[in-house]
Nanobody, 123 residues
Framework: QVQLMESGGGLVQPGGSLRLSCAAS????????MGWYRQATGKQRELVAQ??????????WYESSVKGRFTVSRDNAKNTVSLQMHDLLPEDTAVYYC??????????????WGQGTQVTVSS
């Protein structure tokens, strides 16, 4: 099992910056993909950014609306993933969830989730 603990959410003005951090405990394996989802009120949860352990050319991956503003980073030794957010917009307001995606050898997808941290962008 994997446990995820997020930190770093809060209230910020438009154009401001925030950094979210997530610490994973349990059996993280090198093939796990770590990242962030968000869910705004009344909307579906959406993938924001993902990062693998550094071996794939497909990562990091970003949702189009955050490209150039958000940066995802991962520390494999510490089992942490962070999301640095700049130029925040009111539409970035959401609960942000840390996620670990694991694809087992038989093709089963397993997702682990943090409890979520609120990010509010408002003047």
């Amino acid at each position: 099992q994997v446990q995820l603990m997020e930190s770093g959410g809060g209230l910020v003005q438009p154009g401001g910056s925030l950094r979210l951090s997530c610490a994973a405990s349990g059996n993280i394996v090198s093939s796990d993909v770590m990242g962030w989802y968000r869910q705004a009120t009344g909307k579906q949860r959406e993938l924001v950014a993902q990062m693998d352990s550094g071996s794939s050319p497909y990562y990091p991956w970003y949702e189009s609306s955050v490209k150039g503003r958000f940066t995802v980073s991962r520390d494999n030794a510490k089992n942490t993933v962070s999301l640095q957010m700049h130029d925040l917009l009111p539409e970035d307001t959401a609960v942000y969830y840390c996620n670990v995606w694991r694809r087992t050898i038989d093709g089963t997808n397993i997702n682990f989730w943090g409890q979520g941290t609120q990010v509010t962008v408002s003047s």
